[in-house]
Antibody, heavy 122, light 108 residues
Framework: EVQLLESGGALVQPGGSLRLSCVAS????????MSWVRQAPGKGLEWVST????????YYADSVMGRFTISRDNSKNTLFLQMDSLKVEDTAIYYC???????????????WGQGTLVTVSS | DIQMTQSPSTLSASVGDRVSITCRAS??????LAWYHQKPGKAPKLLIS???SLESGVPSRFSGSGSGTEFTLTISSLQPDDFATYYC??????????FGQGTKVEIK
């Protein structure tokens, strides 16, 4: 059974930093592209960033480019999101999501974590 | 960037009703289109990939159709468990607008 467990969400002041983690199990982590998707309170889903399974290819939404860094440790089956220069508008639940395929991303997201809440407020 | 637009934003229906949700892409995404539903406080769940391919375990009352820029999710007979918010997602390219804005299906 695929499991994704996020952690690291917290209350942080504008301009601050936070590092989210997502520990994966139940599948060959290194093979699949992994993404972060966020959802602001009462709003829809917004794709944030993706790290392709093999190599070092990453993608970012314009809204986080230059402030967020996605990384992964395949030896520990863990995906990370380093969030710097946080803004009030980054307040959201952050979901870790596994892509369904692995040949040529992107794919649909077939497994999601339960989410971790990031609140940016003074 | 490809933008996705869903309609309606809210849909009021009764148990047993046939309901449809439309998703339009700002440019062709072929059939690289997925549908999810999300219940309050829960993560989204994948229902359909490749525009019309039902995920394992998803009831057959759900169906998807379309290609290019226009897609439809249909629930043939709405059940109590189906009251949720539905999202479409294009996965032709990574872009901020990968997801539609959502359609809330509520009890009439």
């Amino acid at each position: 059974e695929v499991q994704l467990l996020e952690s690291g969400g917290a209350l942080v002041q504008p301009g601050g930093s936070l590092r989210l983690s997502c520990v994966a199990s139940g599948f060959t982590f290194s093979t699949y592209a992994m993404s972060w998707v966020r959802q602001a309170p009462g709003k829809g889903l917004e794709w944030v960033s993706t790290f392709i399974g093999s190599g070092d290819t990453t993608y970012y939404a314009d809204s986080v480019m230059g402030r967020f860094t996605i990384s992964r440790d395949n030896s520990k089956n863990t995906l990370f999101l380093q969030m710097d220069s946080l803004k009030v508008e980054d307040t959201a639940i952050y979901y870790c999501a596994k892509e369904k395929g692995y040949a040529v991303p992107p794919y649909s997201f077939d497994n999601w974590g339960q989410g971790t809440l990031v609140t940016v407020s003074s | 960037d490809i933008q996705m637009t869903q309609s309606p934003s809210t849909l009021s229906a009764s148990v047993g009703d046939r309901v449809s949700i439309t998703c339009r892409a700002s440019q062709s995404v072929s059939t690289w289109l997925a549908w999810y539903h999300q219940k309050p406080g829960k993560a989204p769940k994948l229902l359909i990939s490749k525009a019309s391919s039902l995920e394992s375990g998803v009831p057959s009352r759900f169906s998807g159709s379309g290609s290019g820029t226009e897609f439809t999710l249909t629930i043939s007979s709405l059940q109590p468990d189906d009251f949720a918010t539905y999202y479409c997602q294009q996965y032709k390219t990574y872009s901020p607008g990968m997801f539609g804005q959502g359609t809330k299906v509520e009890i009439k």
